[in-house]
């Protein structure tokens, strides 16, 4: 049984950083498309960024380059994103999702991120 389980959000300042975790497992982790996605109250949720477990090729949205920072470690099974000068418009729940071969992906339960004064 696959199951995505992050960590790591909570309450900080504008300007802070965090990092979330999101243990993986039940899954061949070195070989999944791992992404993580965030949606804020009345939003749809969005893309932030994908490590594609090929060549360390990664992708981000415009609103978070220069600021987040996704990684792996394929021997804890753990996927970070480290998020640097947080805005109040960072804040969001905060989803990982696993594209594992050809199945349907497989989403965490989410980690609530606030960023406020």
């Known amino acids: 049984q696959v199951r995505l389980v992050e960590s790591g959000g909570g309450l900080v300042q504008p300007g802070g950083s965090l990092r979330l975790s999101c243990a993986a497992s039940g899954l061949t982790f070195s070989m999944t498309r791992m992404s993580w996605y965030r949606q804020a109250p009345g939003k749809e949720r969005e893309l932030v960024a994908v490590?594609?477990?090929?060549?360390?090729?990664?992708n981000y949205a415009d609103s978070v380059k220069g600021r987040f920072t996704i990684s792996r470690d394929n021997a804890r099974n753990t996927m970070y994103l480290q998020m640097n000068s947080l805005k109040p418009e960072d804040t969001a729940v905060y989803y990982c999702k696993a594209n594992w071969a050809y199945r349907p992906p497989y989403w965490g339960q989410g980690t609530q991120v606030t960023v406020s004064s």
């Open positions: 490590d594609t477990s090929v060549g360390g090729i990664t």
